[in-house]
Structures are given as C-alpha cells and as structure tokens.
C-alpha cells in the first residue's frame, strides 16, 4: 500500500505535497507548521506590511503546531500515541527551545517518540516551529 492522505481539518500544504503519505504500516507526515486552516493566519505571528515578522509567541505556535499534527494523523486513521519518530525544526533554538521543549512534554507526556531537533535559518512561511513525523498505522 502507498497511498496520499490529506487532512479536510488540517491546514493547506503550502506546495505540492500531500499532507501525509501511507506506506505499509507506516505514516509520513510533510513538514507541519502553525497556520490556522483555510487562513495565513499563524497562531501568536504578528507581521509587518511587507510580511516580515515583528514578534512571535512560541507557545501559541508550539500548540497549535501539535494539534495540527494531530488532526493530520487521527484524520489518516492513526493516533497520537502511534507517533513514532518526530522531527522538529526551530528557527530559534536559543531563545525557543526551553518552551519549546516544556510543551512538548506536555504534549508527548503519554508517548515518548524519538525525536530530533534542529535549528534552521528559515522556513518556508513566517513560522519559527515546523515538525515531520512519523506514526504507525492499522
């Protein structure tokens, strides 16, 4: 089985991707940022008139990132215990990466994946969080 899922709850990929992808027993997700669904809206973002970002609250990024990622695998018909592995994406380590790190045990509490973080210079739209996972599926 290979299939392409995409989520009618989850906000639109902003490329040519599809939000996740079924192969065997194993879902890949594509990258997952905070934006709202159906807006350009990114939870705790506030921009410029060029489109630059002023200030941004990580936690209210970090939550809404996670619930994204929910909505995705629960939509494709796994769970969020079935996470497996994720990997997260930081624009800022030094400033984010204690909040960051307290909302994902928070979140992960139950489930532990593995899990690799890294900082990046830049991500595709005005985000400072983005996550890739993957989950098993029945």
């Not at 996740?20 to 990114?42: C, D, E, H, Q, Y």
């Not at 060029?50 to 990132?65: F, K, L, P």
Request: hydrophobic share 35%; aromatic share 8%; charged share 25%.
């Amino acid at each position: 089985m290979n299939e392409k899922l995409n989520s009618s709850s989850a906000p639109e990929p902003v490329g040519l991707y599809p939000h996740a992808r079924r192969v065997g027993n194993l879902l890949f997700l594509s990258g997952v940022g905070p934006r709202k669904k159906g807006t350009k809206v990114i939870p705790g973002v506030e921009l410029d008139d060029d489109g630059n970002i002023t200030s941004y609250d990580i936690d209210a990024q970090c939550r809404s990132v996670f619930d994204n990622v929910r909505t995705i695998v629960e939509d494709a018909g796994s769970s969020w215990t079935q996470i497996v592995d994720v990997t997260v994406f930081l624009t800022n380590m030094d400033d984010d990466f204690k909040t960051y790190n307290r909302i994902y045990a928070e979140y992960f509490a139950d489930n532990q994946p593995c899990r690799t973080t890294v900082e990046v210079n830049k991500l595709p739209t005005p985000i400072a969080i983005e996550l890739k996972c993957i989950a098993t599926i029945d």
